[in-house]
Each structure stands twice: as C-alpha cells, then as structure tokens.
C-alpha cells in the first residue's frame, strides 16, 4: 500500500473575519484533533503518520491513538486520532481548519488507488497519558 502525494480537500479558502474568539483559540493554538471514525482493521499506525506527514507537513503531529471497534455484524475496524502539535500559518492549513470548524469533513487519498479516510474534527476530549 503506496501513498499518493495528491489528497482531495473539499469547500473554500481561510478568512479570518467573521471567527468569533473561541474559534481563533483553536485554529491557532494548539489541541486539535481528527477522527478517522472507519478504517481498515489491517492500517498500522506508522501508515497513517506517514500519510497524515505527507499532508499536514513534518512536526505537526503529536501522536495517533487507535481503537478497534466493532461494527454491526462483527467485523472489526479501527478509528484513528491524529492529535496536533500546532497548525503551521499557511493557506493550506487554514483550509483544512475551515471545514473542521463548520463540521464538514476532508477526504485524505493515502494510496495510487484514490482510497482515501473520511477526516473530521474530533468530539472526543484528547487523552493525556501520564508515562511515569
């Protein structure tokens, strides 16, 4: 399984005007995460750095959690959290942070075959872990 270097990325450009407060806290602060709500059980987690990498650029990425899940006839899946260090100030991630904030969704391609993981913010709080 190859990534693609092209993604599909859906609605308009960034505008600053018109966010209220709370949103410019988080587009430009920190603490953004994105759920991949149905993936394919056999994903790894270094795939899915790698992929998300590519798009979002390097030391963007805190970390990825996965969950297996199950669907309604027992097949099993994973969802994904890409948990962000920071947003980089440029088009393209104000983009991405536009259709997170209306609720909208982004389709990232990660292979030569258009597959691709339907990404949106996440509702989830963002656990901590404390490593001690």
Sequence with gaps: MG???SFCVLESPCEEQGRDESEKGLVNGHGCSICIPKMDIQIQK???YYAFERFLGKDTIERIDMVVKKDKRGGLFKR??????????NEHHCHIQNILLR????HLVYDIHYNYWKCFMSRSPKPYWNLC
């Excluded at 890409?82 to 947003?87: A, N, S, T, V, Y």
């Excluded at 609720?103 to 982004?106: K, L, N, P, V």
């Design 3 to 5: 990534i693609d270097n």
């Design 46 to 48: 270094k795939f899915v």
């Design 80 to 89: 994904g959290f890409i948990h962000l260090k920071c947003w980089k100030n």
């Design 103 to 106: 609720g909208d969704c982004f």
